[in-house]
């Protein structure tokens, strides 16, 4: 069945069925695999919108077909999914090799059709993309691109000038040309991360697997959504930091999005797959007011399920009393990179030990039912004995706060 676009989303090493790889230090923070299967919510943002418009499109997430079968036919399914755009995620480094290789085959097996490259790694490397690789047509740079995206449907469909689809970066008479952004009064509007269209497609487009957001999703769903666009800080490594969101993305940086939509998406996965939610931002960072008004929107609704909660710094307890009230199930999470507060300041993240140990106690005490924490490697005068101090850090922690 045709599409108008199909959103592909390749794992992070494209042979990786070929290869004996090791994966080396790679924690399980999302419900996914060291292939990164897990696409972006984007996806179904982008999609539903698509839909909403009079758009036709579907999701086909190749990390997932290919993991669940070792004799899974990349090219023979490829075949099989005509459209006349192929959107293809660059988002995170890691699915470098996957992002390309792919594109190379969609685009020796449809020749005559487009390919898109959309993410942050893609926005900043947008020109060099084009510049270096043959099989991508365009990249959509930036983020909120649900309207952008349909424009460029439009555009292709009607094979008329590219000039009219904003943060559209393309090649013309030998020359790569980046568009002018979209200024958008309301850039958050048209987003909505829908569950029930993936449901659907799965029924129309008889492609279960192809739609699923991650491999061991049907065993164990987990819906999300998000609070904001950027952010407030500006930790060192991170490509989602304000500086980065401003500079790259948008030009506005936090974009807070409206409490109601935000619980009106955990509304739809209650009815739709009646999971956890994980919410994407650091609610205490918003503010009372916003959280505030958040939580009262979820219990007004009787939205009873599971939220896992991410925090960039740890709450205090006015926080985890409030949250409580409102929400009887909830889990934490934090990255505090290094139990080593010199190394930990210079990617950005200024608080204590003794402060994060607090706000665990604090969770704890109104109730979370786990509080994750988060350590890495390669940080800024990071050496090998701190890595060895974080591994008895993280036992002291266990052992005092567990």
Avoid at 10 to 22: E, G, M, N, T
Avoid at 266 to 293: H, R
Avoid at 300 to 326: M, Q, V
């Amino acid at each position: 069945m045709k599409s108008d676009i199909a959103f592909v989303h390749a794992p992070s090493i494209y042979d990786f069925r070929r290869r004996p790889l090791k994966e080396g230090p790679i924690g399980d923070v999302v419900p996914s695999t060291p292939l990164f299967e897990m696409y972006p919510v984007g996806f179904v943002s982008m999609l539903n919108h698509a839909l909403e418009e009079g758009f036709s499109g579907r999701i086909s997430n190749l990390a997932v077909l290919m993991l669940s079968d070792d004799t899974f036919d990349v090219e023979r399914y490829l075949k099989g999914v005509d459209a006349d755009i192929y959107g293809i995620d660059l988002h995170w480094l890691p699915h470098v090799h996957g992002a390309f290789n792919v594109a190379k085959v969609i685009k020796r097996i449809h020749p005559d059709k487009k390919v898109v490259f959309g993410g942050f790694s893609s926005s900043y490397f947008a020109e060099e993309i084009l510049a270096a690789n043959e099989a991508v047509d365009y990249v959509l740079a930036g983020d909120l691109l649900e309207k952008q995206m349909n424009s460029l449907i439009d555009a292709v469909q009607r094979e008329s000038n590219l000039e009219g689809v904003p943060n559209l970066v393309y090649r013309r008479n030998g020359r790569i040309v980046r568009n002018p952004p979209l200024k958008d009064p309301d850039p958050t509007a048209a987003e909505f991360i829908n569950y029930q269209i993936l449901v659907k497609n799965s029924i129309k487009y008889h492609d279960v697997k192809g739609h699923l957001p991650y491999y061991s999703w049907i065993t164990n769903p987990t819906g999300m959504t998000l609070v904001q666009h950027g952010c407030q800080l500006n930790c060192g490594f991170c490509g989602g930091s304000n500086f980065a969101y401003k500079n790259h993305y948008n030009y506005i940086s936090p974009l807070r999005r409206d409490p109601s939509r935000v619980a009106e998406e955990i509304e739809v996965v209650k009815e739709t797959i009646n999971s956890p939610v994980f919410i994407a931002g650091d609610l205490n960072l918003m503010g009372e007011k916003y959280y505030t008004t958040l939580f009262e929107e979820i219990k007004n609704r009787g939205i009873d399920l599971p939220l896992l909660t991410e925090y960039f710094a740890p709450p205090g307890e006015d926080y985890f009393h409030t949250f409580s009230k409102y929400v009887p199930q909830f889990m934490c999470e934090i990255s505090p990179d290094s139990s080593n507060q010199k190394i930990r300041s210079e990617t950005g993240r200024y608080y204590s030990n003794s402060e994060l140990e607090k706000s665990i106690d604090t969770a704890r005490k109104y109730g979370s039912r786990k509080f994750d924490v988060y350590f890495s490697i390669g940080l800024p005068l990071q050496r090998k004995s701190d890595v060895l101090d974080d591994t008895d850090y993280l036992e002291k922690l266990i052992a005092s706060h567990g």
